[in-house]
């Protein structure tokens, strides 16, 4: 009997030896990369990252390797593999241009970029579509979270819109935009009444949704944040927390005793940085973060130097997508020397804020604007001038890159399966040619994009763009 127990056991030993001994099988090998590691600022090199299906398996040395065995080897030794980068605020719209949006949607995967946040328009149906069909995989691009319709008041200046001037209409479209899953809620200050702003701000804060917002001049920093924002759309709002009469300027604009123009050029001529300092410590208590979209805040700003005239990115937009961009341009044009001497001072100011916000303790999100309507602000490229544009005004290349990969994720509470590259998380992955930490022009020396656990070379992805351009060529106004 006990010979038998013996027997029982050793065959069992056996098979479990030969079990443990069986290569795990995975799908891709990118072989002997450096990993870059952005929240630790470092890299580690000669390392391999498996993938099966759309996630990462496992991350090991070579002294591990042979516990795998890959359908797929990819050598990119002498490479640097990071995790896919973030717009964290991009605008899929305009009626008539859905088709020219879907084109563009493989832009952003061409240029690195594996994932978007939409900041609301007016194709919501087609959108919440496009996110599921790219999740799913039935539709490529990158994957899409989005905040719906936005909140704003009656008879709002842009399009896409839920009206709400009451509490009750407030509860009814956050209702609505529960019931369709949207990932967050923006809401916009172009006729919204500032008590129902903050009103929306704290129903959202009630449900556990997340806020993305313009700030209307009639409310300040502090009480926007204590409201519950989650994130200050576009730098240009954090200037007028320089200015010592903050509160007296939005109770002006309130009681409707000044313009919000007004206040903003009040606020800028009479900045003090620890005046502002003070509001940011107050920002970064309640946790809400600032997204920048500096790249489309400087073109227009600068228009009077450089209208965009031969940009080569403008070969891969329709010329219908292209003529969006006019009313800004028209805009711009109508300004004299005294305009346009405030858009420069107002633009170079918030930009030298973002060091500060950063010491302070704010979050910074790296987004762009990019879209139909903002001028020159292109999908995928605008994202590279962007993070370029925080190392120029004072942010580390680390700090750059955390922006993106690091603080998208966490405002939308998916740090689980994203911002970085370990076993489990998604495989979102950019190959580089070189070091984004050193250099943070390193980004777009990309050498190989995976999306959802799809690798597409560089090969594939100048077939990309050559398709997109060949696309915006046989379109007509």
Not at 323 to 337: E, H, I, M, N
Not at 339 to 348: G, K, L, S, T
């Amino acid at each position: 009997m006990k010979l038998k127990a013996l027997a029982l056991l050793a065959a069992l030993t056996t098979a479990a030896v030969a079990q443990a001994a069986k290569p795990i099988e995975v799908d891709l090998l990118l072989k002997g990369g450096t990993l870059v590691q952005v929240e630790q600022g470092r890299t580690r090199s000669g390392m391999n990252v498996l993938t099966r299906g759309d996630r990462i398996v496992a991350i090991v040395d070579d002294r591990q390797l042979a516990r795998y065995k890959p359908r797929r080897v990819v050598d990119v030794r002498g490479r640097f593999v990071m995790p896919g980068l973030w717009d964290n605020h991009i605008h899929l719209g305009g009626a008539e241009l859905v088709e020219d949006n879907r084109h563009l949607l493989p832009l952003y995967l061409a240029h690195g970029v594996t994932t978007v946040r939409d900041c609301a328009g007016d194709l919501t149906d087609t959108v919440f579509q496009w996110r599921d069909d790219i999740a799913a995989g039935r539709m490529q691009g990158p994957t899409i979270f989005m905040s719906g319709a936005k909140l704003e008041g009656y008879k709002p200046l842009w399009k896409g819109t839920i009206e709400v001037g009451t509490p009750q209409e407030v509860t009814q479209a956050l209702d609505g935009l529960q019931a369709r899953h949207a990932d967050f809620v923006k809401i916009t200050d172009n006729t919204l009444k500032p008590e129902i702003f903050i009103e929306a701000l704290q129903q959202a804060r009630q449900r556990g949704l997340r806020t993305s917002a313009h700030l209307p001049a009639a409310v300040t920093l502090a009480e926007a944040a204590e409201a519950g924002l989650g994130t200050v759309e576009h730098l240009s709002y954090v200037v007028r927390a320089g200015s010592p009469h903050e509160a007296e300027l939005a109770a002006a604009v309130k009681a409707g005793q000044m313009t919000g123009r007004a206040a903003a050029e009040q606020s800028l001529a009479e900045f003090d940085e620890a005046t502002a300092r003070a509001t940011y410590r107050k920002l970064a208590a309640a946790g809400t973060a600032v997204v920048p979209t500096l790249s489309v805040l400087r073109a227009t700003a600068y228009l009077d130097q450089d209208d965009h005239a031969h940009d080569e990115f403008l070969s891969y937009l329709s010329p219908k997508f292209r003529a969006t961009y006019d009313w800004r341009v028209q805009r711009a044009a109508q300004d004299g020397p005294a305009a346009i001497a405030y858009r420069h001072a107002n633009v170079e100011k918030a930009a030298s804020l973002l060091p500060v916000l950063a010491q302070e303790g704010v979050t910074i999100i790296a987004g762009t604007d990019a879209g139909w309507l903002n001028s020159f602000d292109y999908p995928g490229q605008s994202l590279h001038e962007e993070l370029a544009l925080y190392v120029r005004y004072g942010l580390t290349p680390q700090q750059a890159l955390a922006a993106s990969v690091l603080a998208g994720p966490r405002f939308l509470g998916k740090q689980a399966p994203y911002g970085d590259l370990a076993e489990g998380k998604a495989a979102d992955i950019l190959v580089l040619d070189a070091d984004p930490l050193q250099d943070i022009a390193a980004t777009r020396k990309i050498r190989a994009v995976m999306s959802h656990g799809r690798l597409m070379d560089r090969a594939e992805l100048d077939r990309m763009l050559k398709e997109t351009r060949a696309w915006a060529a046989t379109q007509s106004l």
